[in-house]
């Protein structure tokens, strides 16, 4: 079954302003500029009230292309709060014996993890564009990532978890590893 329209609308924050063209998505505020190309869904992309409101609109809709319409909401959500407050994950080291050791290089941009499991080998690991990682001076063994970009700060998170696996050992028994313990956007009182 094919419903004939399907819209939805959300607000744009007086700090922010989105440009639509051609289904792609620019959002700039008071942390830089985000863009996101939404050319692959059968949607329509308006501005409406003078850039205050987004409408997205699907005519003749399947059921794929009506879960699309609060799938591009949310993405454009995501890129305003990326724009105005950024995101920040938190991970922590997990070790019974060997202490992990890492240290950031090149500007905030990378980090080299040592004596994982006993290891020698040094995992070298670079964040994706935009994204910064910080040690936390305040909780010992824990790591800050922050960024514009919920998707390549997450991403920078999953590249270190998966650089620490055990490998040929039980998982069940040998948790040593980096893990996300915290996500979400920046709080200014931290």
């Known amino acids: 079954m094919k ?4 819209s939805e609308t959300m607000d744009i924050p007086e700090e922010v302003t989105v440009k639509v063209a051609a289904k792609v998505v620019t959002v700039e505020g008071p942390r830089g500029k985000l863009t996101r190309n939404f050319k692959h869904l059968n949607l329509d992309f308006q501005l409406q009230e003078g850039g205050r409101k987004l409408k997205v609109d699907a005519w003749f809709g399947t059921r794929r292309t009506m879960a699309a319409i609060r799938t591009a909401i949310s993405h454009v959500q995501n890129l305003i709060t990326g724009v105005t407050k950024g995101y920040r994950y938190k991970m922590r080291f997990v070790y019974a014996h060997f202490p992990i050791n890492a240290s950031i290089t090149n500007a905030n941009t990378a980090i080299e993890i040592r004596n994982f499991l006993g290891e020698k080998k040094v995992r070298k690991v670079d964040m994706l564009e935009g994204v910064t990682i910080l040690r936390s001076e305040k909780v010992k063994d824990e790591l800050i990532l922050d960024g514009n970009d919920i998707e390549l ?11 620490c696996h055990v490998k040929n050992k039980d998982i069940r028994k040998f948790l040593d590893g980096i893990y996300v313990s915290d996500k979400g956007a920046i709080n200014e009182e931290q």
């Open 3 to 6: 419903t004939i329209l399907a």
């Open 153 to 163: 700060v997450s991403r920078s998170a999953a590249l270190i978890n998966q650089k």
